[in-house]
T-cell receptor
Framework: GAVVSQHPSRVICKSGTSVKIECRSL??????MFWYRQFPKQSLMLMAT?????????EQGVEKDKFLINHASLTLSTLTVTSAHPEDSSFYIC????????????FGQGTRLTVV | AQSVAQPEDQVNVAEGNPLTVKCTYS??????LFWYVQYPNRGLQFLLK??????LVKGSYGFEAEFNKSQTSFHLKKPSALVSDSALYFC??????????????FGRGTSLIVHP
């Protein structure tokens, strides 16, 4: 149980276009979802926290207009990278938690974004 | 505030030998402690956690970790390493008490390389 599915696993896009990444909790209702960004050989940087039905809370330094997060249902959150630039190329990981298992978070497989 | 330190960027060990990946933490309050493993281009997989109780926690794939409150450490161990254990390992911490942040803080990660 507690499976989080992230799609796509890899995406290549042209500079200036937008890319949407989906994060789904397959067998539980995710009250909270987190989006992380991971740079090579570095830890996970929390970008934002989203609760179902409300606006996401962004970490300091993360552009909310560039990284649009929507958590419209208890099983789906999306991250849209708008007007992508090469410096947005990174590995993006989502994770989810639910009230019954609040001690640990469950992670998606990650999405490798390459902007050319 | 909460923080995690993984002092080693890389740990090398021969297959069959015991391995240790170090982690120290700092929190205001009692900690939840976690270990996650990440394989290349994949999300994080949960290995084990400490909340309360026995200081020695057993987890997936034969891994275990020992909570040491006086040293504020939570080192990951395995008695006999396998080549397939080669991956990136993350230690994470968050505060136990209610009202504390439920968002874990991750260490920088330690790359474990097991040589045949």
């Amino acid at each position: 149980g507690a499976v989080v599915s992230q799609h796509p696993s890899r995406v290549i896009c042209k500079s200036g276009t937008s890319v949407k990444i989906e994060c789904r909790s397959l067998d539980f209702q995710a009250t909270t979802m987190f989006w992380y960004r991971q740079f090579p050989k570095q830890s996970l940087m929390l970008m934002a926290t989203s609760n179902e039905g409300s606006k996401a809370t962004y970490e300091q330094g993360v552009e909310k207009d560039k990284f649009l997060i929507n958590h419209a249902s208890l099983t789906l959150s999306t991250l849209t990278v708008t007007s992508a630039h090469p410096e947005d190329s990174s590995f993006y990981i989502c994770s989810a938690r639910y009230e019954g298992r609040s001690t640990e978070a469950f992670f998606g497989q990650g999405t490798r974004l390459t902007v050319v | 505030a909460q923080s995690v330190a993984q002092p080693e960027d890389q740990v090398n060990v021969a297959e069959g030998n015991p391995l240790t990946v170090k982690c120290t933490y700092s929190v205001s309050g009692n900690p939840y402690l976690f270990w996650y493993v990440q394989y290349p281009n994949r999300g994080l997989q949960f290995l084990l956690k400490y909340i309360t109780g026995d200081n020695l926690v057993k987890g997936s794939y034969g891994f275990e970790a020992e909570f040491n409150k006086s040293q504020t450490s939570f080192h990951l161990k395995k008695p006999s390493a396998l080549v397939s254990d080669s991956a990136l390992y993350f230690c994470a911490v968050r505060v136990l008490e209610s009202g504390g942040s439920y968002i874990p803080t991750f260490g920088r990660g330690t790359s474990l390389i097991v040589h045949p």
